[in-house]
């Protein structure tokens, strides 16, 4: 096993300091972690590169983080020294010509950004770490690129922002490409120098990425390492910030990273304030958040060593050192999800309305979709995390590239943006005993964002597409059909419609619940029903469920309980429940991650449970939970006795009775986080 395929637990200073560095060595030491990833030795405020006048003190600094067995990843961001900064030539320029005062990927910079990279290289440092490289919003115009997007399209560059426009997305296309080709030169002139060294970038996470030219899956071919900034919050107003973020990040970044190693990048500092870190609650949650789910989680503050006294800081040497003494349960761990949450970067890049503010994009809207795709995902994302059950996130490329059997059920929400290849896909994992569950207008249109006649999966559906859209907003309804299988334990019979509905007409499939007529206003009557809101079809040997809403979204705004209910009922009916919990809030995220060949199994619990406002203060102690573990999970980790169960961070072993269903057990109290442990 390669070093840094080892749970990684990664510290950052990110800015210039002051005073003696050993202070920090021994801070870094203290708390658990295990690398650097180095930028306050060689920083110019917060520019991170390597200076000349600087190389001695940092010579001096890898050999003291060496002598205590802290791996060093040097930090370089995509700016450079003044010099490089002023240099109008390379500068990034917006549609009107003027310069945004950073260095074009694509100019001269290129070159002097790759030798600097091999400079650094020959420190003998483990790996280096570009903070970057994206091109700012509105970019990029300058010359070069002008010059290199007609040699390689064969026209001018597009001025308007269409993306039903093949030059628009021919653009989008380019920007990346640029991206890849930069850090594949430096991965290669890093790699010449010293061959195990690794090289990783600052990801994509969720969103859109066609803003600034950062694409996963194209990153993942040409790094070592793929990492998002999954913890770094808020740069927007706490309650608009999920408080799942860092958890799926890190099951979109697994299901990307085509097996490579994985990184939450966890910012210490209550964003936009360096000075004031989260609290201790918050801290602990999001490293937990990303360990839990595969990923090593990175902690990094923007302010003096000093800082890291405060609650924040001392949660965060708590939680790195309970890695620390339990790293062998977090080395190479694989999850027993049998339920895949698709997430279409293509669609996301397309149709997502908003890109999320980050230090790398602002907020703008930017596409002209009726709904917000990312905010479908990640209702759905929440629905079923608010119904503790174990989820994995792929993305469509994944769908191309096969081993979609190791699931039951794939959640397509509003994947609207989808090729006639991906569809065959879905097509053939249904008919071999699969099960779908999709949303609102998944399959309508092209990758070129043409539209279709009908649903493309209309088939598989079992409902055709009528003319016409339901413009509901938020006062009109649904009404559940003679079927009970979806609305098990569901006492309403008139349930809040999605803001959104096509009008379907079924084929072959059975309407489990129909949209009535839009309302013209809250205190009108009910009108009759009109078309099906869910429907039901068999196809092949496998089923699937359609929802002909913007259920996701609506969700996601306004938290309809019923909504993760009938996914529940519907994910029952499919396949019965790896792990049922009792007396566990909806707010304690559930994962499962096994290490087959130790036949181990982890349970881990990851407590948002707080005081109903961001940031957490204090999070509500979990007393009097049970798990029922099913047999066929205890199987799938190799397991076929259970010998002893352990909850790690209480340091408590755990009674259990095993029944003809499985594993029975109650959970002890705890906080923020707990992992239970089951061995043979």
Request: net charge negative; aromatic share 10%.
């Amino acid at each position: 096993m390669l070093w840094y395929e080892k749970p990684l637990r990664i510290a950052a200073l990110q800015c210039e300091s002051e005073g003696d560095p050993a202070r920090v060595l021994d801070a870094w030491e203290g708390m658990g972690f295990n690398v650097e990833q180095l930028l306050h030795i060689s920083a110019e405020g917060y520019i991170g590169y390597l200076r000349d006048d600087q190389m001695e003190k940092v010579q001096r600094y890898l050999a003291g983080a060496k002598a205590r067995g802290l791996r060093i990843i040097f930090y370089v961001g995509v700016l450079g020294p003044k010099e490089v900064r002023s240099n109008e030539a390379w500068a990034f320029r917006d549609g009107a010509g003027k310069s945004l005062g950073m260095p074009c990927v694509n100019s001269p910079f290129h070159d002097w950004y790759v030798e600097h990279i091999r400079k650094i290289a020959a420190l003998d440092v483990d790996g280096i770490f570009l903070d970057g490289p994206f091109f700012p919003t509105g970019s990029c115009y300058c010359d070069a690129c002008r010059e290199l997007f007609r040699r390689e399209y064969g026209t001018a560059l597009p001025t308007v922002a269409d993306f039903a426009d093949k030059a628009w997305r021919d653009f989008i296309q380019f920007r990346n490409d640029s991206i890849i080709r930069l850090v594949r030169d430096c991965r290669n002139a890093m790699k010449s120098v010293k061959p195990d060294a690794i090289l990783y970038t600052n990801g994509q996470p969720l969103g859109p990425g066609s803003a600034n030219g950062r694409n996963n899956r194209m990153l993942a071919a040409c790094e070592d390492m793929l990492g998002a900034e999954g913890g770094f919050i808020f740069y927007e107003p706490p309650d608009r910030v999920p408080w799942w973020k860092p958890g799926v990040t890190a099951r979109l970044l697994e299901g990307q990273s085509e097996g490579k190693p994985t990184v939450v990048f966890i910012a210490g500092d209550h964003k936009t304030w360096n000075r004031y870190l989260l609290t201790a609650p918050e801290t602990r949650l999001l490293i937990a958040a990303a360990a839990a789910n595969g990923a090593s989680p990175w902690y990094g503050i923007h302010s003096p060593i000093e800082d890291l006294q405060a609650p924040g800081g001392q949660a965060a040497g708590d939680m790195m050192r309970f890695l620390r003494d339990n790293e062998a349960c977090y080395t190479r761990t694989e999850s027993l999800a049998e339920v895949a949450l698709l997430w279409s970067q293509r669609t996301a890049d397309y149709f997502s309305q908003e890109t999320a503010v980050t230090d790398f994009t602002k907020k703008e809207n930017q596409g002209k979709h009726r709904i917000d795709y990312t905010a479908c995902f990640g209702g759905f994302a929440e629905m079923l995390l608010r119904r503790q059950m174990p989820f994995d996130v792929m993305d469509d490329q994944k769908l191309l590239e096969g081993g979609l059997g190791k699931y039951k059920t794939i959640i397509l929400p509003d994947f609207a943006c989808a090729s006639d290849e991906e569809l065959e896909a879905l097509k053939g994992f249904v008919r071999a005993g699969g099960h779908l569950v999709a949303s609102f207008e998944t399959s309508l249109y092209r990758p070129d964002l043409t539209r279709r006649a009908d649903l493309g999966l209309s088939d598989l559906f079992g409902a055709s597409l009528q003319e016409g859209l339901y413009d509901f907003q938020a006062s009109s309804y649904m009404s559940r059909n003679a079927d009970d299988t979806a609305f098990a334990g569901i006492s309403q019979t008139l349930l809040p419609a999605p803001a959104w509905g096509l009008k379907v007409r079924p084929t072959t499939a059975t309407p489990w619940a129909y949209f009535h007529e839009p309302l013209a206003g809250q205190y009108l009557p009910v009108p009759p029903r009109a078309t099906p809101a869910i429907t039901a079809n068999r196809y092949g040997k496998g089923r699937c469920i359609y929802l002909a809403g913007s259920f996701g979204e609506h969700f996601k705004t306004y938290g309809i309980p019923e909504y993760p209910a009938i996914l529940a009922n519907v994910l029952d009916a499919f396949s019965p429940a790896l792990i049922r919990a009792e007396n566990l809030p909806e707010t304690v995220e559930l994962t499962l991650r096994t290490q087959r060949e130790a036949g181990r199994l982890m349970v881990h619990l990851v407590n948002f449970t707080g005081t109903m406002r961001r940031p957490i203060s204090r999070v509500v102690r979990i007393h009097e939970a049970s798990l029922a573990i099913s047999a066929k999970a205890l199987r799938a980790a190799g397991i076929e006795r259970v010998g002893r169960v352990s909850a790690l961070r209480g340091s408590v072993h755990v009674a259990f009775s095993e029944t003809a269903e499985g594993l029975a057990l109650k959970v002890p109290a705890f906080d923020e986080y707990e992992v239970l442990l089951i061995q043979p």
